[in-house]
C-alpha cells in the first residue's frame, strides 16, 4: 500500500477518480439486473454499465501499473478481451431469446414487424 503513496499526487487522483467511476457505472449495471422487470432489459444493464465499470477500473490498473513499473500489455490484453467479449455474448443471448419467443414485460416495445428480419417464418409441414 505505500507504493501508490509514491504515487504523484496528480495520478492518485485520477487513479482514485476511473475508480469511483467505475464502482458507479459497476453498481448501476448491478442494480439494473436485480431491478428490471424482464430479459431484454436486465440484459441491457450489466452489458452495458458493467462493461463500463470492469472498464474505468482496469484504467485506474494501467495508470497505476505503467507509473510504477512501466507499461504492462496485461491490463490492455484484458480491457480489449473485456470490451470485445461483453457485447458479442449480450447479442447471442438476445438473438436466443428472440429465437425462443421469451416473453416480455407488457411495456417493453417489441420492434419486430411483419417483414422484418427477425420474423419467424411459420411452415406448415
Not at 504523484?8 to 475508480?19: A, E, R
Not at 453498481?27 to 440484459?43: C, E, K, M
Request: hydrophobic residues 50%.
Amino acid at each position: 500500500m505505500d507504493a501508490l503513496n509514491e504515487l504523484p499526487v496528480w495520478s492518485q487522483w485520477l487513479v482514485g477518480f476511473f475508480i469511483l467511476l467505475g464502482a458507479i457505472f459497476a453498481f448501476i449495471g448491478s442494480l439494473g439486473l436485480a431491478v428490471l422487470p424482464d430479459f431484454f432489459t436486465r440484459l441491457h444493464a450489466p452489458t452495458k454499465n458493467t462493461t463500463l465499470g470492469i472498464g474505468g477500473i482496469v484504467i485506474a490498473t494501467i495508470i497505476v501499473m505503467s507509473l510504477q513499473n512501466g507499461p504492462s500489455l496485461s491490463e490492455l490484453l484484458i480491457a480489449i478481451f473485456l470490451f470485445l467479449t461483453a457485447p458479442i455474448s449480450a447479442h447471442i443471448m438476445a438473438k436466443a431469446a428472440l429465437h425462443t419467443e421469451l416473453k416480455m414485460f407488457h411495456k417493453t416495445r417489441d420492434f419486430r414487424k411483419e417483414g422484418d428480419a427477425y420474423e419467424h417464418e411459420k411452415t406448415d409441414s
